[in-house]
């Protein structure tokens, strides 16, 4: 049997196709995981790429756990919220009419009704607004992000409310800026605008705010039967605070209470298990902003260590297939459910309402999302090489079932290569990292190698599919990854880098780099070539400064200089202090000596840049910076310029510039291979 076995697999091989760099507009992307009210339907967004419209389009679906179903398309609208059991709320018009009345900031919502397949308007704002949930018959819950001026949309009759909208057009070339943070990655400007809440009642139509115009709400939690609004958020004084206060707002009676009002600690999560107030929260003294957070009971207006965990909440597993998001905390029988990233990967732990901490399951990949439905854990999740699909795991069987198969056609017959995981063993540590081996790979023949690097610092590689990975494998690249020091999942000592860029992060990637070249022989050691974007740029850039081992470079979103990173990036006011462990004007030489462009004077490897002029985390004169002096040293650069996209361009951006980036990169690659 095994003889006849063998042909077989072989033939199968052969016939696989390889990826290609267009493959990324077949593939469906999952998010806005949410449970209808009465807890018997999961509803969640299936978007795709669209290339001639250059934009994503949203389908709604709903299951009751088995098959899904398809809704209705919302365009290229992606969030919704239930209304009811039976109908949904979302962002949409129908006619030009309705198009033209959003372009003069009113806010359209649609009811559809899943019973009668009935399509019909619900609510029209006179503002810029998001329905963050119903909550009764009578009110809604608003959120907004708007300047004081936007409060008077809804207050003006229609003759001001007109010559209001007139005044904000001719403004529009200017920002009148008073504060920091003036801009934000994907927001734009924000100099003067607030998250703001308020309570709409349906009724009378009458929009009535919780918290000051000068107010910046944060995080958002309703009690179980909504008529209490938990948030945190500051008065906004000139420079945004990292730590935050908590309030608690009274539907019914119509008043504030203050529950938290020190400046002592990061709250980033608000939960409520039974009558206990929990919060995620760090106070940032040991390990700085990056600290990890610990769970604190909130209690006679003081935080009391509730659950000490110390581990990375949330998902930082890096890919780029993904589009929008799913909610990654969930409170059910009054615990709470979360996902965390250990290591490589991601894990959903309990929290009990006593306090007590367990690791429900351990996902070999990475969990998007998650959601109750009958008693049983839903997610999105990114598994074994897949694409994002649902999937159910039992709590008391510990079985996870996939439900979904939205991605199964588009990598049907492709090859996708598998990580081969190798450890760099080192005396205070180990690196952990990867190899992708080519279609068809002869141990015998020699292949270029790529090193791609992480951004964050503070996220990680692990075993899930990343297209610009595999369209290089196929194309005949050895890749590798790695997660080196400053990468999230192992505690806070080893994410601790502050001061430290630029030392033993590239000791680890050089190490991990020398360990592959030795163990794989099939390696061309003259044809080696580095990538990464945002601190994987900034490491690319480091690296091209301080060896001469790759063949050629491709920088992205980077980071090159710490000293102007300060003013201009939309959180270089707090991240590079606390990151470089020094001020630009106080510890000059001490950023300069952690900048890439100390040492531009040094390179000599080829180097493109892929830089977007809205990327407000690390703005485009990063790149302009060290792209002018290499020009003028006579060093071989190119910088791509991508206008109109932000940061995310590799993970989110238009569909038409995703293809042009990852084209110049490997375009880069491809021609350096080729010289001799």
């Not at 267009?22 to 806005?32: H, P």
């Not at 003028?632 to 989110?652: A, I, M, P, Y």
């Amino acid at each position: 049997m095994k003889g006849a076995e063998a042909p077989f697999y072989f033939i199968e091989r052969e016939r696989m196709e390889k990826i290609q760099l267009n493959d990324f507009l077949s593939f469906k992307y999952l998010s806005g995981l949410k449970v209808s009210p009465d807890k018997k339907r999961l509803a969640f967004l299936v978007a795709k790429a669209h290339l001639d419209k250059n934009e994503y389009h949203y389908d709604l679906h709903v299951t009751d756990g088995s098959r899904p179903q398809k809704l209705i398309s919302l365009k290229n609208k992606g969030g919704f919220i239930w209304e009811t059991e039976d109908s949904f709320l979302f962002v949409y018009h129908k006619t030009k009419a309705e198009e033209k009345k959003q372009k003069e900031k009113f806010t359209i919502y649609y009811r559809y009704i899943m019973s009668t397949k009935k399509l019909e308007k619900a609510y029209e704002f006179p503002f810029s607004t998001t329905i963050v949930d119903v909550l009764d018959h009578d009110k809604l819950l608003l959120k907004s992000f708007m300047s004081s001026d936007d409060h008077s949309l809804y207050l003006l009759n229609k003759d001001d409310r007109k010559n209001l909208l007139d005044k904000f057009k001719k403004d529009e070339a200017y920002e009148d800026i008073k504060e920091i943070p003036f801009y934000f990655n994907g927001q734009g400007f924000i100099a003067n605008k607030r998250n703001q809440l308020f309570i709409y009642e349906i009724a009378s139509q009458s929009i009535k705010p919780i918290v000051d115009t000068d107010f910046n709400v944060g995080q958002i939690e309703l009690s179980v039967d909504k008529k209490k609004i938990y948030y945190t958020g500051q008065q906004m004084t000139g420079v945004r605070s990292l730590t935050t206060h908590v309030f608690c707002y009274d539907v019914v009676k119509r008043d504030t209470e203050i529950l938290y009002h020190e400046n002592d600690y990061a709250i980033n999560g608000i939960h409520l298990l039974g009558q206990k107030v929990i919060l995620e929260a760090t106070d940032m003294k040991a390990y700085g902003i990056n600290q990890n957070n610990d769970f604190y009971l909130l209690k006679n207006k003081k935080l009391e260590l509730f659950a000490p965990y110390g581990q990375s909440m949330g998902n930082s597993v890096g890919a780029d297939v993904r589009l929008g998001g799913s909610t990654q905390e969930v409170v059910e029988n009054e615990n709470l459910y979360f996902v965390s990233t250990i290591d490589d990967r991601n894990h959903l732990i309990e929290l009990s309402r006593e306090g007590m901490l367990r690791t429900i399951f351990e996902m070999d990949g990475s969990i998007d999302g998650i959601q109750f439905l009958n008693g049983q854990l839903f997610m999105v999740g990114l598994y074994k090489q897949k694409l994002q699909e649902i999937y159910i795991y039992n709590l008391e069987h510990q079985k996870l079932i996939q439900l979904t198969r939205f991605n199964q056609k588009a990598l049907t017959n492709k090859y996708v290569a598998k990580p081969k995981e190798f450890i760099l063993k080192q005396e205070t540590h180990d690196v952990k990292g990867w190899v992708l081996f080519p279609k068809d790979y002869n141990q015998h023949l020699k292949y270029p190698m790529i090193l791609d690097i992480h951004g964050g610092p503070k996220t990680v590689y692990g075993k899930v599919y990343y297209h610009e990975m595999q369209v290089w494998a196929n194309l005949g690249y050895i890749v590798i990854f790695a997660n080196p020091r400053g990468s999230d999942g192992k505690g806070n000592d080893f994410a601790d880098i502050r001061g430290k860029y630029g030392s033993i992060d590239y000791e680890d990637l050089m190490n991990f780099t020398d360990l592959i070249t030795k163990r794989i022989k099939s390696i061309d050691t003259t044809k080696l070539f580095v990538t990464g974007g945002s601190y994987g740029g900034f490491m690319t850039n480091w690296i091209v400064g301080h060896t001469k081992r790759f063949k050629a470079a491709a920088t992205q979103r980077s980071i090159s200089n710490w000293l102007s990173f300060h003013g201009t990036s939309d959180i270089g006011f707090y991240f590079s202090k606390d990151q470089t462990g020094g001020h630009p004007n106080l510890d000059t030489t001490k950023l300069w000596n952690q900048s890439p462009m100390k040492y531009a004077m040094e390179v000599e490897t080829p180097l493109l840049f892929i830089h977007s002029d809205q990327d407000y985390r690390c703005p485009v004169e990063q790149a302009m910076q060290f792209y002018s002096i290499l020009k003028e040293k006579g060093v071989q650069t190119k910088l791509v310029w991508f206008k109109g996209e932000t940061h995310e361009l590799s993970r989110s951006g238009k569909p038409q510039a995703r293809i042009r980036r990852l084209n110049e990169i490997t375009n880069w690659f491809e021609y350096y291979k080729n010289q001799v």
